[in-house]
């Protein structure tokens, strides 16, 4: 993390919990636009509007309202994640594991959800719509070296 993030976490005792309109990804918290189309090909089938209103509800209202701290579950470190996370090389690395992550928020009276990143493939897709959790917990591929796992709120 940024080192001002790593300040203020030492301050407050708070982790900083961004909305997904924040994280600088343009998809972040967003149907991949394939996985769109074909909901939208069911819709035309069945003659509901489920898909549309799904894909509104969650990319103009929750991808505003949901905050997200993110975690690398790599086994190494890794070069790529210094750079893009640690800007002008005054990052701070925390390591953790799962039990002492989950422990950190026993104090809260928020519900915080843990879970590991999907990686998506337009060329495999796979998608589940019955939960609007798992639009978050979904990246593009090409960010499969994250290993992310994510505590959302």
């Known amino acids: 993390m940024d080192f001002w993030k790593f ?3 030492i301050k407050t005792s ?3 919990f961004p909305n997904f309109e924040m994280l600088g990804d343009q ?3 967003k149907i991949p636009e ?3 189309k074909m909901m939208l090909d069911e ?7 489920y898909a549309t209103t799904l ?4 990319e103009t209202k929750l991808r505003i309202r949901t905050l997200v701290s993110s975690w690398s579950a790599c086994k190494t470190e890794s070069f790529a994640l210094w750079k893009m996370y640690a800007k002008e090389k005054l990052g701070i690395g925390i ?3 799962y039990e002492r992550l989950k422990k950190a928020f026993d104090d809260t009276t928020d519900d915080i959800y843990i879970g590991e990143v999907r ?3 337009d060329n495999k897709p796979k998608y589940c719509i019955g939960n609007s959790f798992y639009t978050f917990l979904t990246k593009n591929n090409y960010y499969e070296f994250e290993s992310e796992v994510r505590c959302i709120t």
Do not use: A, P
């Open 95 to 97: 390591k953790s594991n």
């Open 14 to 16: 708070k982790l900083y």
């Open 55 to 58: 894909k509104n509800h969650i």
């Open 43 to 49: 819709e035309r089938k069945t003659g509901s509007e």
């Open 7 to 9: 300040l203020d976490l």
């Open 119 to 121: 990686y998506y493939d």
């Open 27 to 29: 998809y972040e918290g």
């Open 34 to 36: 394939k996985i769109y």
